[in-house]
Nanobody, 124 residues
Framework: QVQLVESGGGLVQAGDSLRLSCAASGRTFTDYYVMGWFRQAPGKEREFVGGISWTGGRAYGDFVKGRFTISRENAKNTMYLQMNSLKPEDTAVYYC?????????????????WGQGTQVTVSS
């Protein structure tokens, strides 16, 4: 079993930056999991933000357009999402997820474990 806990969400203004963290615990080989970020706004489907494999391979959602960066520290079992140039449309609950796979998957159903989410609100 893997437990995931997100932190770092909050209320910011458009153009600001925010860094989210996802701490994993429970199984030591989370090092070898793909870690992903998703987001869900009210009334919308859960959307792929980005993901990173244990070898460092990354993938991002089309809307990111260079504004967000994912990184991970395997020694700390922690993944980060650095978000810059935030827009009001980035407002959502952000979730981290873990997938026992070799490559980053963009579909939520492929992920085995999920955190509870952290709210990000961007005001205009």
């Amino acid at each position: 079993q893997v437990q995931l806990v997100e932190s770092g969400g909050g209320l910011v203004q458009a153009g600001d930056s925010l860094r989210l963290s996802c701490a994993a615990s429970g199984r030591t080989f989370t090092d070898y999991y793909v870690m992903g970020w998703f987001r869900q706004a009210p009334g919308k489907e859960r959307e792929f933000v980005g993901g990173i494999s244990w070898t460092g391979g990354r993938a991002y959602g089309d809307f990111v357009k260079g504004r967000f960066t994912i990184s991970r520290e395997n020694a700390k079992n922690t993944m980060y999402l650095q978000m810059n140039s935030l827009k009001p449309e980035d407002t959502a609950v952000y979730y981290c997820a873990a997938d026992a796979d070799l490559t980053v998957q963009i579909t939520p159903k492929n992920y085995d474990y999920w955190g509870q989410g952290t709210q990000v609100t961007v005001s205009s």
